[in-house]
């Protein structure tokens, strides 16, 4: 087994879709497994029609059943396996080009061709890859049409028109659904991305722009409606008395079961978040004072009362802040002063309390 080793990962087949670019390569995989078969069928009734000699069989069947996998493999092994199928899809695009020559230009099977070659070429890399194709399928096309004796049968037999029907029908539906799926894709990376974006990882609340957003447009709702909103600064009592006594590691542990604790107290449009350092916020929207007193106090117990397994004897309370949206809050920051103000008296009377600015 040992040289096993020297070969890259993705050399299992289970392991091929462990990358974007290899798993870019898998989907063009099939899809040209399919696309090559469907293709072969409008071209092997011309053949039959013309009475092809043997080798330009072999030729179609090496088309068909080798060459997708020579690309599926030297695509897996190429160190920018992305790169290396752009370059196989222009080789497509150069057989589509010589198979057109060979069934004389038939119109029917030669305008389904060149619309699959187009559409797919299109679908993995735009316009720049059909720039790409295109020279690559004339030179083909042109060789190959000038060798077999400049064939030009434009008229399509019945059986031929047949044999597109798959082709256009089939490989059509798969390029939408393969196009269909990855938009569903990009549009789950970005819901996740956004969600990281406004995320605080260490306590898994929002994060303080987040929080500024949805507390600035609270004030703007107080404004325009009236609708109260009152706002909680929780600060943690000593904790750098807790990361030198427990360790740094003991203090994140605080940092992420105080996030417990705000996201178990938050309800319906209440948003809990990491306002920086060992200071949180939440948002109590709508909520008049008697609400927020009656939250305030939850959190300040709920936090008192965590019990940590690592160190048992080890005890977190936090000083809370608290004030309502008011007339006289022009912006935000009125807002957070006036809460701040409320949070630097809890901190001055003791620490472990709530005050209401
Ligand atoms: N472990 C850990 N420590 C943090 C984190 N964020 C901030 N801190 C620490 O929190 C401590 C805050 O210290 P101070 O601002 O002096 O406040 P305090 O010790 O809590 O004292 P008071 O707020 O006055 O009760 C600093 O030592 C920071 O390093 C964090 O995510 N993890």
Redesign the pocket.
Same mark, same amino acid.
């Given at each position: 087994m040992g040289p096993l080793k020297h070969v890259p990962y993705y050399d299992n087949i289970a392991d091929r879709s462990r990358t974007p670019a290899l798993r870019f390569v898998s989907r063009i995989h099939r899809m040209r497994m399919l696309g090559t078969a469907l293709c072969a069928l409008p071209i092997a009734s011309v053949l039959l029609e013309r009475d092809a000699p043997g080798w330009v069989w072999t030729a179609l069947l090496f088309n068909v059943l080798v060459w997708p996998q020579i690309a599926w493999l030297l695509a897996g092994r190429a160190r920018d396996p992305a790169a290396l199928e752009y370059r196989n899809l222009v080789l497509d695009a150069a057989a589509g080009g010589a198979w057109i020559a060979a069934i004389g230009v038939g119109l029917i099977p030669t305008a389904v061709l060149l619309s699959v070659l187009a559409a797919d070429r299109f679908a993995a890399g735009g316009w720049r890859l059909v720039a790409r194709a295109l020279p690559a399928l004339l030179a083909a096309f042109a060789v190959t049409w000038v060798l077999a004796g400049r064939p030009f049968e434009p008229e399509t037999s019945t059986r031929t028109m047949v044999a597109c029907l798959p082709l256009i029908l089939g490989y059509q539906l798969a390029l939408s659904a393969v196009t269909w799926r990855l938009g569903r894709t990009i549009a789950r990376h970005n819901r996740e991305l956004e969600r990281i974006t406004r995320t605080d990882s #260490?306590?898994n609340l929002p994060n303080r722009r987040h929080f500024d957003a949805r507390a600035a447009h609270a004030v703007k709702l107080f404004k325009r409606s009236g609708r109260q909103a009152a706002l909680l600064l929780i600060?943690?009592?000593?904790?750098? #008395?807790?990361?030198?006594r427990y360790?740094?590691?003991?203090?994140?542990i605080?940092?992420r079961r105080v996030g417990e604790v705000l996201r178990g107290v938050a309800a319906g449009d209440d948003v809990p978040a990491r306002f920086?350092?060992?200071?949180f916020a939440l948002l109590l929207a709508p909520a008049d004072r008697e609400r927020a007193l009656v939250v305030a106090e939850r959190v300040r117990i709920g936090i008192a009362d965590l019990v940590f397994e690592a160190e048992p004897g080890m005890r977190c309370t936090v000083?809370i802040g608290l004030a309502e949206t008011r007339s006289a809050h022009a912006a935000l920051a009125d807002w957070i002063r006036d809460v701040d103000a409320a949070l630097y008296r809890a901190?001055a009377a003791g620490?472990d309390r709530v005050e209401a600015g």
């Open positions: #260490a306590s600060d943690i009592d000593n904790f750098k #008395a807790t990361n030198d360790g740094h590691g003991m203090g994140d605080v940092v920086g350092g060992d200071e000083s901190k620490r």
